[in-house]
């Protein structure tokens, strides 16, 4: 019975918080309504940044202070630094939320049709955000941007699967060889798993949510491209990166699946 109530204080708090998300990005999306039809500098796209990550970390206070889940952050104070690649695991729907959160200066790649999304679309042109066009302008733009600013990257394309196997595209590393001054990964851990891809957001699991989000230590490309050409060091660095995430989650991730 304990655990009954439990989980439907979660199921209700949750539900709450995804009303919230909606309503917040309605009023967003009139607030930053300006920024939708301009080209606006790096200073007001930062203004920006830091508003919108404010309020998304009033969201995750709330899912926190409300029992849907419960984060630690370690390692966060190294984000943040012109030229830094910023590379994440992706095992949940608020990964970008959590990280944002607390370290709203970092740009990000983010999927296309989000710019279709009614509650997303001015966040994204506001903060300057780049769509990922999986384009030889999507390199340029990403080049351009890593000469003043960090830049975030969730290089698996998708959220990780159920089994938590981290498989990364080659394509999103490459990018960190050709143009970043340095690669720092974060480590995301979750357990149990929620927030999977294709999974209703009222599916919850039994117990509180506890994530971690771990940054590691840098990698420098230059020492990657010092023997090898391009190519043949981004698959080296792809596999190397492969075997680091997963050897940090998939432990931590198998047999944790939501089944409520």
């Not at 351009?144 to 990780?160: D, N, S």
């Not at 851990?189 to 230590?217: E, S």
Request: hydrophobic fraction near 40%; charged fraction near 20%.
């Amino acid at each position: 019975m304990v655990q009954k109530i439990d989980w439907l204080r979660r199921f209700l708090a949750t539900t709450l918080g995804f009303i919230f998300w909606g309503v917040a990005g309605v009023l967003l999306q009139l607030y930053l309504l300006r920024y939708a039809k301009k080209t606006h500098s790096l200073n007001e796209q930062l203004k920006a940044r830091k508003k919108i990550g404010k309020i998304w970390s009033y969201f995750v206070r709330y899912l926190s202070w409300s029992g849907v889940l419960k984060v630690e952050y370690l390692g966060f104070e190294k984000l943040g630094r012109p030229g830094q690649l910023v590379i994440a695991n992706h095992p949940s729907l608020l990964d970008v939320v959590l990280i944002l959160s607390r370290q709203s200066d970092l740009n990000c790649i983010v999927k296309k049709d989000l710019l279709n999304n009614p509650t997303m679309r001015n966040q994204i042109l506001a903060c300057g955000f780049i769509p990922n066009t999986e384009s030889e302008e999507l390199l340029e733009t990403c080049d351009h941007v890593l000469k003043e600013q960090a830049l975030l990257l969730f290089p698996e394309g998708t959220r990780t699967g159920w089994d938590g196997e981290v498989k990364l595209n080659r394509g999103a590393v490459s990018l960190g060889l050709r143009s970043a001054q340095v690669i720092t990964p974060i480590i995301i851990k979750m357990n149990p798993l929620n927030f999977k891809k294709g999974q209703p957001w009222y599916r919850i699991p039994k117990q509180r949510i506890h994530y971690q989000l771990i940054v590691g230590d840098d990698i420098y490309p230059q020492s990657w491209l010092t023997e090898k050409p391009l190519p043949i060091a981004s698959r080296r660095l792809t596999v190397y990166l492969q075997d680091y995430f997963n050897s940090h989650t998939k432990d931590n991730q198998n047999g944790t699946r939501t089944t409520n």
